[in-house]
Each structure stands twice: as structure tokens, then as C-alpha cells.
């Protein structure tokens, strides 16, 4: 009877136990897209890049992604480049007595050591030039950042809808209407 007894809470035990590692690989295996969205190269994390979609016929689009440095120098976002588009350019737009304005970096964005850098809509961006298709939800496309120090590194940009993926953030500024294709014109000011 003790035997038989011992045995039942055995096996009972051994159930929980798998029924705990199936749902954490359940768990786990869920999770697996939102880790697989970031990219690393040398000591720079690159975390879910990402697009606004675009209307038919728009011409340059914005690129978005967060860039964390984790090594103790820092290092420069000198280049990008995507296969819907002609060429990317790194931009900064900003606000300043009531007049959006925006300037192509032609250094390059300083990425601090230790740091983090966001390019998200109403900041540093990416403008994709000359683009050869619309920007579709819920589609993606490959493209490259190049870093002086660490490198260049592949990576994938999900194309979202106007609003951007959940938690994205506005840079203290909203977006003409029109997205990018306002820059070349409603006050918009290129410097």
C-alpha cells in the first residue's frame, strides 16, 4: 500500500513538473518574436527597427529604431541603407520657434558609450529617399546600419501603421500632415 502510494505521488509529481517546462517553453517560444526583432553588432544593440507606412506614390518614408551603446567608448552611427529605397540619409528634426526644421547629419549620430539613442518620429530618423514601393503595414524589408567601430549589421524593419508600434513616442512634436512627403513644404524647413 505505502508502495503503491509512493509511486502515485511519483508520477503525480513528474506531471507538474513537465506541465511547468511545457508552459515555460510555451512561454518562451511566444516571446520569441518580440527577442528576435533586435540585432547586435560588437558592442551595439540595436532594438525593433522600424517604418511608418506610407500612401501610394509618397517618394521618402522614416525609419525608426533604438540604439544602445554598451561598450565604453563611444561609437557613430556614419550610415544606413534599405532595400525599398534609393539611399538613406540620417536626419534630426526639431521644433524651434514654432518651425519644424530638419538637417541631414553628415557626421554621422554620436551613439555615447553606455548610452542610448533613439530615433523615433519628431527626432533622429532615418529618411528612406526614393522609395521604389509604398510603405505597407504589417509587411518588412531588410536593411543595413553601418557604425564606425563596430561595424555594419543587418537588420529587418517592420513596417507599422501611422501610429507606430505600441509604446512608440513622439518626439515632442507631431508629424505634418502628410508624413514625410511634408518636408518640402507646409513650414516645413530643411537646414
Same mark, same amino acid.
Do not use: C
Given at each position: 500500500?505505502?508502495?503503491?502510494?509512493?509511486?502515485?505521488?511519483?508520477?503525480?509529481?513528474?506531471?507538474?513538473?513537465? =506541465?511547468?517546462?511545457?508552459?515555460?517553453?510555451?512561454?518562451?517560444?511566444?516571446?520569441?518574436?518580440?527577442?528576435?526583432?533586435?540585432?547586435?553588432?560588437?558592442?551595439? *544593440?540595436?532594438?525593433?527597427?522600424?517604418?511608418?507606412?506610407?500612401?501610394?506614390?509618397?517618394?521618402?518614408?522614416?525609419?525608426?529604431?533604438?540604439?544602445?551603446? *554598451?561598450?565604453?567608448?563611444?561609437?557613430?552611427?556614419?550610415?544606413?541603407?534599405?532595400?525599398?529605397?534609393?539611399?538613406?540619409?540620417?536626419?534630426?528634426?526639431?521644433?524651434?520657434?514654432?518651425?519644424?526644421?530638419?538637417?541631414?547629419?553628415?557626421?554621422?549620430?554620436?551613439?555615447? =558609450?553606455?548610452?542610448?539613442?533613439?530615433?523615433?518620429?519628431?527626432?533622429?530618423?532615418?529618411?528612406?529617399?526614393?522609395?521604389?514601393?509604398?510603405?505597407?503595414?504589417? *509587411?518588412?524589408?531588410?536593411?543595413?546600419?553601418?557604425?564606425?567601430?563596430?561595424?555594419?549589421?543587418?537588420?529587418?524593419? @517592420?513596417?507599422?501603421?501611422?501610429?507606430?508600434?505600441?509604446?512608440?513616442?513622439? @518626439?515632442?512634436?507631431?508629424?505634418?500632415?502628410?508624413?514625410?512627403? =511634408?518636408?518640402? %513644404?507646409? %513650414?516645413?524647413?530643411?537646414?
Amino acid at each position: 500500500m505505502i508502495r503503491y502510494t509512493l509511486t502515485r505521488v511519483l508520477r503525480h509529481g513528474e506531471e507538474r513538473f513537465g =506541465a511547468a517546462i511545457l508552459a515555460a517553453a510555451l512561454i518562451l517560444f511566444a516571446a520569441q518574436p518580440v527577442l528576435a526583432h533586435g540585432f547586435k553588432v560588437g558592442e551595439i *544593440e540595436i532594438g525593433h527597427p522600424w517604418a511608418r507606412m506610407t500612401p501610394a506614390g509618397a517618394k521618402v518614408g522614416g525609419g525608426y529604431v533604438g540604439i544602445h551603446n *554598451e561598450g565604453k567608448e563611444p561609437d557613430t552611427l556614419v550610415s544606413a541603407s534599405a532595400e525599398v529605397a534609393d539611399h538613406v540619409e540620417i536626419h534630426e528634426m526639431a521644433v524651434t520657434d514654432g518651425v519644424m526644421k530638419m538637417r541631414m547629419l553628415s557626421e554621422g549620430l554620436p551613439i555615447p =558609450a553606455g548610452g542610448e539613442v533613439k530615433l523615433a518620429p519628431g527626432g533622429y530618423h532615418l529618411m528612406l529617399m526614393g522609395l521604389k514601393q509604398p510603405l505597407k503595414e504589417g *509587411e518588412s524589408f531588410k536593411g543595413t546600419l553601418t557604425f564606425a567601430k563596430a561595424g555594419t549589421v543587418d537588420v529587418v524593419f @517592420k513596417v507599422e501603421g501611422m501610429a507606430g508600434p505600441k509604446g512608440a513616442e513622439m @518626439k515632442g512634436m507631431e508629424m505634418p500632415e502628410g508624413g514625410h512627403d =511634408a518636408h518640402s %513644404g507646409h %513650414g516645413a524647413s530643411t537646414n
